[in-house]
């Protein structure tokens, strides 16, 4: 096996479409084996049939990423069926739109819920599982160009993403104190072309959504969801051994502005 993450296993959550199906499919491209899981067990088993078509080893599981008590369950089959695992890639996520006036309790308990408490739950639970590997380890956390830029009708997406954020700080350092060491970071996309636009793209019609976005973006575009699974499989691969604690943007530029 030559792949960068030859032998590795992988646990990705929000695998069945988006950024989650682009990185398990990347990181199953350069050998690792992965375990997809979504809330739509079909769509996940979908992609992981896709992959294994390709010569790759996958696997699909059912999971709500809120649901604290399936976290442990979850991740104990995938660590049977793969035979270990090294490599979480805390992906599942949702939009949220509403400024601090406008958002809802519900609607801010539920951006938070599903963008960064299921972090929390991940990281948590994942880490004692990825140290009895006996293998350095690492958490790749995906937050969002909104965690480091702040947009008025964005109140709950910013706070749960740059919540990511700093979370991920803490456990890179949590981690660091480990044997053997678990490393984790934090990559922050921009508009990225994948079902997340997809209500921008119903109210003001597809090619006036990407155009409008692509407009705030120095690099006049916006990303393909590998573009992100490229730095995801640098973070999760040995090229990443002193690596730990930091965010990556995959912006286009924007931060620079």
Known sequence: MTGRVAGKKAFITGAAQGLGEAIARMLAREGATVALTDINLAGARDVAESIKAAGGVAFAYAQDVTDAARWPVVLEEARADMRGLNILVNNAGVAGAGSVETETLEGWRRVIDIDLDSVFLGCKFAMPVIRASGVPGSIVNISSIAGLIAAHNSAAYNAAKAGVWMLS?????????????????????????????????????????????????????????????????????????FVTGAEFKVDGGISAM
């Open 169 to 241: 700080k803490s456990v890179a350092l949590h981690g660091a104190r480990m044997t053997p060491q678990i490393r984790c970071n934090s990559v922050h996309p921009v508009f990225i072309d994948t079902p997340i636009l997809d209500i921008f793209k119903q109210q003001v019609g597809a090619e006036t959504a990407l155009d409008k976005l692509s407009r705030q973006v120095p690099m006049g575009r916006i990303g393909e969801p590998d573009d992100v699974a490229w730095m995801v499989l640098y973070l999760a691969s040995d090229e990443a051994k």
